[in-house]
């Protein structure tokens, strides 16, 4: 069985700071990982995903994680933060095949302070 | 466009009164599933269909059925709503992984 930790619910952050949004995630096989972000009243939007090769995975808006097996993590990260980041972020994972489900973090919520 | 789309956007009912909402997607996909989100329980899967005519429970089936009669379509049907299913409902269809998801229903029952 899979599962993924978010470390945190809520994260601050100043316009123009690192964000920093941590995964952990927990997976008998080689994971496929994914970061979503989903932005008031709307539905989840792909950020990012790392299934194999480069570890460093660059994604839209300036996002960027880096899948580290011998941590088990994936942790989302941005050099500076813009006000437009604000919403809530959603850490899955999933088994390498072409049909099967993933599972998601708690998601955190991600806020910017002018 | 590849989507998926959703209906209806809002719905409020009461007690007891059986809905649909519909889920349809564009991309030939043959896994789709259905997901509820509710504040720090981030998104938990009601279940989900690997083909047409298969389905399966996800992990919080109670109360909801689905149906896959046609590869494009997977409506959630609540037989006899209650308001602990008072929700955002988020349909979703993918390939090797990925999840492409609809823009949600938001779901309250009175």
């Known amino acids: 069985a899979q599962s993924v930790t978010q470390l945190g619910s809520h994260v601050s952050v100043s316009e123009g700071a690192l964000v920093l949004l941590r995964c952990n995630y927990s997976?008998?096989?080689?994971?496929?990982l994914f970061w979503y972000v989903q932005y008031p009243n709307q539905g989840l939007q792909l950020l990012l995903k790392?299934?194999?090769?480069?570890?460093l995975v660059k994604g839209i808006n300036g996002f960027e994680a880096e899948f580290k097996k011998s941590e088990t993590s994936f942790h989302l990260t941005k050099p500076s933060a813009h006000m437009s980041d604000a919403a809530e972020y959603f850490c899955?994972?999933?088994?390498?095949?072409?049909?099967?489900?993933?599972?998601f973090g708690k998601g955190t919520r991600l806020s910017v302070i002018a | 466009e590849a989507q998926v789309t959703q209906n209806p956007r809002y719905l409020i009912t009461v007690t007891g009164k059986k809905l649909t909402v519909t889920c349809s997607q564009n991309m030939n996909h043959e896994y789709m599933s259905w997901y509820r989100q509710d504040p720090g329980l981030g998104l938990r899967q009601i279940y989900y269909s690997m083909n047409v005519e298969v389905t399966d429970k996800g992990d919080v089936p109670e109360g909801y059925k689905v149906s896959r009669k046609e590869k494009r379509n997977f409506p959630l049907i609540l037989e006899s709503p209650s308001p602990n299913q008072t929700s955002l409902y988020f349909c979703?269809?993918?390939?090797?992984?990925?999840?492409?998801f609809g823009p949600g229903t938001r779901l309250t029952v009175l």
């Open positions: 979703a269809s993918s390939s090797w992984g990925q999840q492409f």
């Open positions: 790392y299934t194999t090769g480069a570890t």
């Open positions: 997976s008998s096989v080689p994971p496929y």
């Open positions: 899955a994972v999933s088994v390498p095949s072409g049909n099967t489900p993933l599972v």
